[in-house]
């Protein structure tokens, strides 16, 4: 039994989910699961599907919901004083990437905040994930390294990769650099717990 399975069944009993209902889960392997698995996870299981592989996600930890407040409090100041019309929405929002049934992503703002459960996955599937589905910007913001990497895939084979640090004004590509955003601002407003 993998770990999904294994943290699964240890929540499933927290709450009072029927061993039947866990059952369906173990007769599947990794990699054969569908949006219609995904979709009869209890609510209280946080987990994405990628390429039909369930994959288990902690809560996200203090830092990380105030780090998603303070970026989404940026962009939506600027997208109103600019009378813009893009939303901004925060998680869990499942986003289906693929054109298929195997794949469904809970992104934070687009801007991934990594977090000791999600890092591995973050940094590599859904970086390819996002440049494949037409993303034209992908953020990934590391509260442990106060890093923030910039991944560029409009109009280009090879994406624009760009890295700062939270001392930084990180330039918000979609909007030609008009937007900045000065994490040394964010910083000192933060507590890193």
Known sequence: MSSFYEELEKRGEELGMAREEMALYAAKRQGEFTVEDYRRLPDEVRAELIDGELIYMEAPGYTHQELIMELSVEL??????????????????????????????????????LSPSTRKKDCTLKVQKYMNAGVREYW??????????????????????????????????????????????????????
């Open 76 to 113: 939506v100041n600027y997208i109103r004083a600019n009378k813009g019309s893009c939303r901004v929405v925060q998680f869990p929002l499942d986003v289906q990437l693929d054109c298929d049934d195997r794949t469904m992503v809970q992104p934070d703002l687009c801007i991934e905040i």
């Open 140 to 193: 990934i913001v590391d509260p442990d390294k106060k890093a923030v990497i910039t991944y560029r895939f409009e109009g280009e084979d090879i994406p624009g990769i760009s890295m700062y640090t939270f001392q930084d004004k990180v330039p918000v590509g979609i909007f030609e650099g008009s937007l900045e955003i000065d994490f040394q601002e964010i910083l000192g407003r933060l507590r890193f717990c």
